[in-house]
């Protein structure tokens, strides 16, 4: 018998937890939030109650479309046969606002939709009978006009407010798909004495990276009647699998209480992204007689933006390659296989870091972004503006530490960001929003705020793509980019065959779609047919996000630090900026993403586009190495038509470096012999051994030579 055993309370129950009897929840809708407990107990006791609902679930997934309100949860469990007489229910993510009955008496109120939160209802439980739980879960509509979307209260981010979500901007229709729901596993657990509720692990490198100096802050609920001493046996496994144990004495309190332990770690193993070595992970484990076997992975690294806003891992200079994600517009839909689906598309398209956009994602997330090497830049849940009282400061401030602790042990995570385009709320809300951060983790980079003056939308809502010659709103770009319509095996899901053909505009505005950006801005040419209208569409956002990158990347540490463009997935249905839509299809702009982010990157400025055989080509070439891996006696191929018609020679391409080659100072000549109209250069550059490092490509014309 474990000393603390775990009692899932879900309907879908993963086949690790022990069942309850119940597979599903029953449910009471209440949209205006007026029943008493007295009505819904009277409900309850009539068992003539046939709606049921699997929990973990976000309620519009169940069936209940477009519901805003209150929904009433209730299931019978079983807690016998179990030793032990501490009892903890914990919930895992319910949105928003959640109250909690046990066997009819109330245990407690949460606000908030991200968090874990825990009651000790040790003595509320009946270990000799069925006991009924009780949940009230509300997720209201914000009054349009009056609080939505200027004064919100709610603090959701992009689930209650954005553009990218259901109705957009729309008054009457922008909070449509309401997110409420227990999305989150709910769990009993039972122990004997006592239960971690949180555990913290920090370290810090010394000046030569030979030893890192790891603290854990241990937090605990104790039934203990008395303060004890207790020998905890700590157990580290390094990534390349050698063990280290750690036998240390801490002193045990009664009541909520918390421990400290440090140990030094010899010859650090540490975390790197994708791009720059190993993502490396320790395992850690605690156990003793009192407490409980607790596991937890953390790695070793230390992340630096300096004041030109200049990025270090591990003392490092790292230019970002980022982009924004918003993975799912429903958090309980969001499984493993698609998280590990969309961490593999991130990393195929050549991108190290990922601006998780103005809410906070679940655990699997981070785990993978740990796993595999990704940055993460996490924003709170804060998108636009919000309430201006005091009762919101105090609110917001204390969910920014739930999102601090909650996501601390992710080594991915390397940026907390207080707000999302807060206009003037920079000033009035977010330094209350920092100084809360500061006051939690010194070891991270924190953000006030990611403001309108580091997006530019040149080439969607304003100017033009060209205007990223000048290398706006840096140093650290953290949005920019296009929208552009998916495939049309994927519209057809969206929209019907007459919305499409003749469209309403309105109905593809609900879905996001921008009129006015995509033909009086973009220009975007809406054709014959709708295969062409894509087809346009797709391509300028693929010139766009190509030509922004370039121009960028050409000032990689001089003025330009990093960029995330906008953005990478459909969250649901929809028409936006991403690069793949919602259904898992890869636009234009995704395969032009993943050229201009190849970490070692041959960027061409294209000086003159029309020639006559045989001329030089007029072609400015940046050689980008984001590595940290020197190459020497390279070379740039110059391929036509499978064949290659010119060289040049690269003596060493340095580490974390970039180098120009103009064209009047590179004899590159075009073939005497080649048709006219247009044709495909591909440049290929190769290491000494033949290796292609980087691929690009470019068009001209051929025109024939007038005789004079």
């Not at 299931?75 to 109250?99: C, H, M, P, Q, R």
């Not at 609110?395 to 003037?424: R, T, Y």
Request: hydrophobic share 35%; charged share 25%.
């Amino acid at each position: 018998m474990k000393r603390t055993d775990i009692k899932s309370l879900n309907g879908n129950l993963p086949a690790s937890y022990i069942p309850s009897k119940q597979a599903g929840w029953n449910y009471i809708t209440d949209k205006k939030s007026k029943l008493t407990f007295e009505d819904v107990k009277k409900i309850i006791d009539r068992t003539d109650n046939k709606n049921f609902m699997d929990i973990p679930v976000n309620w519009q997934l169940a069936g209940l479309n477009n519901y805003s309100g209150s929904v009433w949860f209730y299931k019978t469990f079983d807690a016998s046969n179990y030793a032990g007489d501490f009892f903890i229910l914990e919930f895992n993510g319910v949105d928003y606002f959640t109250d909690v009955w046990l066997n009819y008496k109330f245990i407690g109120h949460h606000e908030g939709y991200f968090q874990k939160f825990i009651f000790d209802v040790t003595d509320k439980i009946k270990k000799d009978r069925e006991n009924l739980l009780i949940v009230k879960v509300t997720s209201p509509l914000e009054e349009p006009k009056t609080l939505w979307p200027h004064k919100k209260k709610l603090i959701k981010g992009i689930f209650n407010h954005h553009d990218c979500r259901p109705g957009g901007w729309d008054y009457e229709h922008g909070q449509d798909m309401n997110t409420g729901g227990i999305w989150n596993n709910v769990n009993l657990f039972i122990a004997e004495n006592l239960f971690i509720t949180n555990l913290q692990i920090i370290s810090k490198l010394n000046q030569n990276f030979s030893k890192a100096r790891v603290k854990l802050t241990v937090e605990y609920l104790s039934k203990l009647e008395t303060p004890r001493n207790e020998n905890l046996q700590i157990k580290i496994i390094s990534p390349s699998g050698k063990q280290m144990h750690l036998d240390k004495k801490v002193y045990l309190n009664t009541g909520d209480s918390s421990f400290e332990v440090t140990f030094d770690i010899d010859n650090p193993e540490l975390w790197w992204t994708w791009d720059t070595g190993k993502p490396n992970l320790y395992r850690i484990s605690l156990d003793g007689k009192i407490i409980p076997l607790t596991e937890e992975s953390f790695g070793i690294r230390e992340v630096k933006l300096d004041k030109h806003q200049t990025f270090f891992l591990n003392r490092k200079k790292m230019f970002l390659r980022g982009t924004n994600v918003i993975p799912t517009q429903f958090l309980s839909d969001l499984t493993n296989a698609k998280i590990a689906e969309q961490i593999k598309w991130i990393k195929e398209a050549n991108i190290n870091a990922i601006r998780v956009h103005a809410h906070v994602n679940r655990k699997e997330y981070y785990d993978e972004c740990d796993k595999q090497g990704i940055l993460v830049w996490q924003d709170f849940a804060l998108q636009w503006t919000y309430d201006e009282s005091e009762k919101f400061k105090r609110n917001a401030v204390s969910q920014i530490k739930d999102m601090v602790l909650l996501h601390f042990n992710h080594p991915s995570i390397a940026f907390w960001c207080c707000h999302n385009e807060p206009g003037n709320q920079i000033k009035t809300l977010d330094p209350f929003l920092f100084s809360a951060v500061r006051s939690l983790d010194n070891s991270r980079i924190i953000r006030i705020a990611s403001n309108y003056e580091e997006h530019p939308y040149d080439g969607w809502y304003w100017g033009n793509k060209e205007h990223f010659a000048a290398r706006p709103m840096g140093p650290l770009v953290t949005e920019f980019g296009a929208q552009a319509l998916p495939e049309l095996s994927s519209l057809k899901k969206i929209l019907s065959k007459k919305e499409i053909e003749k469209p309403i505009w309105e109905k593809w505005k609900y879905h996001n779609f921008q009129f006015e950006q995509t033909f009086h801005i973009a220009g975007i040419d809406k054709g014959k047919s709708i295969n062409e209208f894509i087809r346009n569409s797709q391509q300028y956002q693929a010139e766009l996000i190509q030509t922004a990158i370039d121009f960028y990347r050409r000032g990689k540490h001089v003025n330009i630090t990093g960029l995330f463009q906008f953005m990478f997935i459909d969250c649901w249905p929809s028409i936006t900026w991403s690069v793949i839509d919602y259904y898992g299809k890869k636009k234009a702009g995704y395969f032009a993403l993943k050229k201009a982010f190849q970490p070692v990157y041959v960027s061409i400025k294209i000086m003159r586009k029309k020639y006559f055989t045989g001329q030089k080509l007029n072609v400015d070439i940046w050689i980008i190495n984001d590595l940290y891996k020197e190459y020497k006696n390279c070379k740039v191929e110059f391929v036509l038509n499978l064949k290659t018609f010119a060289k040049m020679k690269i003596p060493a391409i340095k580490e974390d470096s970039i180098q120009r080659f103009f064209w009047e100072q590179n004899e590159i000549y075009l073939p005497k012999k080649i048709s006219t109209g247009v044709h495909n250069i591909i440049v290929l550059l190769k290491n000494q051994k033949g290796k292609v490092l980087s691929v690009n490509d470019f068009k001209i014309e051929i025109e024939k030579q007038p005789k004079l």
